[in-house]
């Protein structure tokens, strides 16, 4: 059994997407290519933390963790409009945000060169940065947010998994309560997104379990157009669907399944030559595979030949037995004996639902009619729903075929 870390947002999305590719990245821990928009996120955000990072850490002194002695963990609801602004609990000096020269010389500083595509490339998205961290200071400065934590690491259990994240920004909101920030530098955003971000929903977990006050809101913030996308904090629904998904993930690692999920994330994948999905047959074995897969398609052509004829012979015998009123027909090496069969039907929109309402479905996850007729006489099923998958199916005649050769049996058709 594998160990399971404790799961990030980037890991548990990245397991769900490709549990190999998780594998390669996660237990491997095989390098991936650099990318300019990674590196040009990385540098947005370093700048950002340094820009904001004093001011939070002046206005956060108040804001005690959820876990400190005296405090209790409240809900959004302890904070309606009445109660007023977070107030610190003593006055407190914040410094003065630092000058726009101050903000573009750690830009400079910070700057992640690696994976642009040509030197021309990499100035295009550094222009693009120090254009929106410009844009980004003039918002700050006329408009100030009240952040309390930035690049904040945070680790909690979620339904028994340990999760982990670090969260871009928190600020308090004008009730009180905290809004949870994850600035995104990608080119299209739009609020959607925001709704149903499994990684806000987690860093709202994070920070409820690491703060003691509620989350109000939670916030992708797109750089580029320097617009806060903001939604409500999550119900419970919400909540327990992704820790339901994340149990399944976490499920996949202890049991160690690195299975390959092949789909749209290949193309940016780089482990593709790793993976069997896509790795090429070595030149040697080339010649080898070739005819086996020749073999196996003219063995498959064969036996769909001979299902079609064997097809014909049998509605040809039941064709003679029925016209000369005979069921017992003797050739050299057996006898074939035609016979009535009355198979049950269950029609899969009524029968579901019952089977999932007695918890069945595990052992049948489709409705196969034999397996569900089986249900009808186990003793270990319910009277009640025994008797009510009855009343659901029905039981169909039809003619069928069995061989018995001389020495054995068969049923054919
Ligand atoms: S190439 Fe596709 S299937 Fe293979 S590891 Fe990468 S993402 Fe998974």
């Known amino acids: 059994m594998g160990t399971v870390p404790p799961l990030s947002y980037s890991g548990f999305s990245a397991y769900e997407e490709c549990p190999l590719r998780w594998k390669f990245r996660y237990i491997d821990k095989l390098p991936e290519l650099p990318r300019g928009y990674f590196s040009f996120g990385r540098s947005i955000h370093s700048a950002l933390e340094e820009f904001v990072g004093p001011l939070a850490k002046a206005a956060g002194v108040g804001i005690v963790p959820a876990g400190a002695p005296g405090t209790v963990q409240r809900t959004l609801r302890d904070f309606d409009a009445r109660s007023g602004k977070v107030e610190p609990e003593e006055e407190r000096t914040l410094p003065p945000p630092m000058p726009l020269p101050e903000l573009l010389e750690i830009y400079r500083r910070v700057w992640v060169s690696d994976g642009y595509l040509s030197p021309e490339d990499e100035k295009r998205y550094f222009d693009l940065g120090a254009d929106l961290l410009r844009r980004f200071h003039a918002l700050f400065l006329s408009a100030p947010p009240c952040p309390i934590a930035v690049e904040q690491e945070l680790d909690a259990q979620l339904d028994g998994i340990r999760v982990h994240g670090i969260v871009d920004r928190i600020d308090t909101t004008p009730k009180g309560a905290l809004e949870v920030l994850d600035y995104k530098t990608s080119k299209e955003l739009s609020w959607q997104d925001a709704k149903e971000s499994d990684q806000l929903t987690l860093y709202q977990v994070l920070v409820e379990r690491n703060y ?25 629904d919400e909540v327990s669907e992704l820790a339901s998904r994340m149990g399944e993930v976490s499920d996949g690692i202890r049991a160690e399944v690195y299975d390959p999920r092949p789909g749209p994330y290949c193309q940016r994948c780089d482990f593709r030559a790793r993976c069997p999905e896509w790795k090429e047959v070595p030149v040697e074995e080339r010649a080898r595979v070739f005819e086996l897969v020749e073999r196996y398609a003219e063995l498959r052509r064969q036996g769909e030949g001979l299902r079609q004829e064997m097809e014909a012979v049998a509605s040809e015998l039941h064709e003679i ?12 090496s057996g006898t074939v004996y035609r016979h009535k069969e009355t198979p049950w039907v269950f029609p899969p929109e009524q029968v579901l639902p019952v089977l999932q309402a007695a918890g069945l479905l595990p052992r049948t996850s489709r409705v196969d009619g034999e397996q569900v007729a089986r249900l009808l006489h186990d003793s270990k099923v319910p009277p009640e729903v025994r008797r009510t998958l009855r009343e659901k199916g029905s039981r169909r005649a039809e003619w069928a075929l069995r061989f018995e050769r001389n020495g054995g049996r068969y049923r054919d058709s």
């Open 321 to 332: 037995s029925e016209h000369l009123g005979v069921h017992r027909l003797s050739g050299r």
């Open 212 to 236: 003691s006050r509620p989350v109000e809101t939670l916030t992708l913030y797109h750089m580029r157009t320097l617009s806060p996308l903001r939604t409500p904090a999550r119900g419970p």
